[in-house]
Antibody, heavy 119, light 107 residues
Framework: EVQLLESGGGLVQPGGSLRLSCAAS????????MSWVRQAPGKGLEWVSG????????YYAGSVQGRFTISRDNSKNTLYLQMNSLRAEDTAVYYC????????????WGQGTLVTVSS | DIQMTQSPSSLSASVGDRVTFTCRAS??????LNWFQQKPGKAPKLLIY???SLQNGVPSRFSGSGSGTDFTLTINSLQPEDFATYYC?????????FGRGTKLDIK
C-alpha cells in the first residue's frame, strides 16, 4: 500500500525558515517523480514544486521560486521542501504527492502538514 | 504558465442527477488533464487522468472527455458521497497548474 507521510509543519514568523519532509513507503520511491502541492485556508489547490525521480531536475511555481528548494534522498525514501523567507501568504496545508510515469498524474497524496506564518 | 479555467465555480444538484463540469486550458495540453475530488479536511483524490482514464477504484459513474484545450468531467446518477469540490489540473508542462475548483453541493 502506497503511503506518504508529511511532517515538519508548524508556526513560524515571517522571514523565517522551515523544512518539510515526506516519508514514502509501499512503492519504489526512486522510480517516481514527486511534487508538493499546497492549499491556503479556504482556498484552492496550488502546485508548488516538483522534481524528477533522480532529483536532477527541479521545478517551481513562480510564487515560491528562489525561496523554496525541493530535494529528495532516495536512500531514505524521503522528499523534502526547504522553505526560506516565509511570508504570511505561504500559510497553507502542504501535501506531498507521487507522480505516475504515464501522464505525470498525481496519483497518491499524503494527509498534509499545516504551515502557519505569523508573528 | 498554463492557466486552467473551471466553470461553474459552484453547482447545486440532487441525488440521482447527471452533472457536468468544464475545464479550459489557456493553450493546448493534448490529453494531459487530470480531475481530482476533494472533501473538507481531506487530501485530494485522483478520479480521472489523461482526460478520460478512470483511476483504479473510482466508480464508473465518473467519466472524462476532451483534448487540446477543452475538457469535461461528468458524474452520472449523483450519489450522496459525491458532494465535494472538483479540480482540474494540467500535467502537460511544469509548472503544473490547477483550476480554481467547482464546489458541488446538495440542492
Amino acid at each position: 500500500e502506497v503511503q506518504l507521510l508529511e511532517s515538519g509543519g508548524g508556526l513560524v514568523q515571517p522571514g523565517g525558515s522551515l523544512r518539510l519532509s515526506c516519508a514514502a513507503s509501499g512503492f519504489t520511491f526512486s522510480n517516481y517523480a514527486m511534487s508538493w502541492v499546497r492549499q491556503a485556508p479556504g482556498k484552492g489547490l496550488e502546485w508548488v514544486s516538483g522534481l524528477t525521480s533522480g532529483g536532477d531536475s527541479t521545478y517551481y511555481a513562480g510564487s515560491v521560486q528562489g525561496r523554496f528548494t525541493i530535494s529528495r534522498d532516495n536512500s531514505k525514501n524521503t522528499l523534502y521542501l526547504q522553505m526560506n523567507s516565509l511570508r504570511a501568504e505561504d500559510t497553507a496545508v502542504y501535501y506531498c504527492a507521487k507522480g505516475d510515469k504515464s501522464y505525470h498524474q498525481l496519483d497518491y497524496w499524503g494527509q498534509g502538514t499545516l504551515v502557519t506564518v505569523s508573528s | 504558465d498554463i492557466q486552467m479555467t473551471q466553470s461553474p465555480s459552484s453547482l447545486s444538484a440532487s441525488v440521482g442527477d447527471r452533472v457536468t463540469f468544464t475545464c479550459r486550458a489557456s493553450q493546448s495540453i493534448s490529453t494531459y488533464l487530470n480531475w481530482f475530488q476533494q472533501k473538507p479536511g481531506k487530501a485530494p483524490k485522483l478520479l480521472i487522468y489523461a482526460a478520460s482514464s478512470l483511476q483504479n477504484g473510482v466508480p464508473s459513474r465518473f467519466s472524462g472527455s476532451g483534448s487540446g484545450t477543452d475538457f469535461t468531467l461528468t458524474i452520472n446518477s449523483l450519489q450522496p458521497e459525491d458532494f465535494a469540490t472538483y479540480y482540474c489540473q494540467q500535467s502537460y508542462s511544469y509548472p503544473f497548474t490547477f483550476g480554481r475548483g467547482t464546489k458541488l453541493d446538495i440542492k
